[in-house]
């Protein structure tokens, strides 16, 4: 079993749709979790950050992490043309080591 | 536009050969990770430098070295290179030494292609 799991999708959905991403993960150590977008051929960049369990919202975007399921979720409200990319989740432990990376969701957002 | 610069953008290489990958991460920033994506296996970590000095090493095969320099631009040099080698490779920095509690900000990529 891989560390992070994460659907590959892709999905597609019309704009103005509300838009659900997740990923489980194995490694119980993991304390940070992360969000980041990335579009073709260009390199991820950070959307959203979350320290342990709970909810972190900004602007159309809410993050979740459920820690006791192992569990963490990305919610795109009134999805526009411009989200479609690649979303890739990361997590990473106390420690610090490296970030993790789940292998991405590719969105397709149509008008 | 992040501020992690990467060279060059595109290579093509046969295999068996060597190439360098540059990286020069954001002004005031220490550290330097670099990672592989690849369409099968995603985004992996490499390895790390903070200050020049190594500080976390992840699957990293035998025949890529890396280092980072006093003016804290980092190379990546990979060789004997196979076709499995062809990957987009990232570099990214931060400002610490660990990458929890600070972002991290990727470079554009280097498209490396091993004919």
């Known amino acids: 079993q891989k560390e992070v799991e994460q659907d590959p999708g892709p999905l597609s959905v019309p704009e103005g749709a509300i838009v659900s991403l997740n990923c489980t993960y194995s490694n119980s150590a993991f304390q940070y979790f992360m969000w980041y977008r990335q579009y073709s051929r260009k390199g991820p960049e950070l959307l959203m950050y979350?320290?342990?369990?709970g909810n972190k919202e900004d602007g159309r975007f809410t993050a979740q992490v459920d820690k006791s399921s192992k569990y963490i979720s990305l919610f795109i409200r009134d999805s526009q043309p411009s989200d479609s990319a690649t979303y890739l989740c990361a997590m990473e432990d106390q420690a610090g080591t490296a970030l993790i990376f789940g292998k991405g969701t590719t969105l397709s957002v149509s008008s | 536009d992040s501020g992690v610069t990467q060279t060059p953008k595109h290579l093509i290489t046969a295999t068996g050969q060597r190439v360098t990958l540059r990286c020069s991460p954001r002004?005031?920033?220490?550290?330097v990770y670099w990672y592989q994506q690849s369409l099968d296996q995603g985004l992996q970590f490499l390895i790390q430098?903070?200050?020049?000095?190594?500080?976390a090493k992840g699957n990293i095969l035998e025949r890529f070295s890396a280092q980072q320099f006093p003016d804290l631009h980092s190379e990546l040099n990979l060789s004997s290179l196979e076709l499995g080698d062809s990957a987009l490779y990232f570099c990214?920095?931060?400002?610490?030494?660990?990458?929890?509690?600070?972002?991290?900000?990727f470079g554009e990529g280097s498209w490396l292609t091993v004919v």
């Open positions: 979350t320290y342990s369990s």
């Open positions: 430098y903070y200050n020049g000095e190594e500080r």
């Open positions: 002004s005031g920033d220490l550290s």
């Open positions: 990214a920095s931060s400002v610490g030494g660990r990458s929890s509690g600070n972002t991290i900000y």
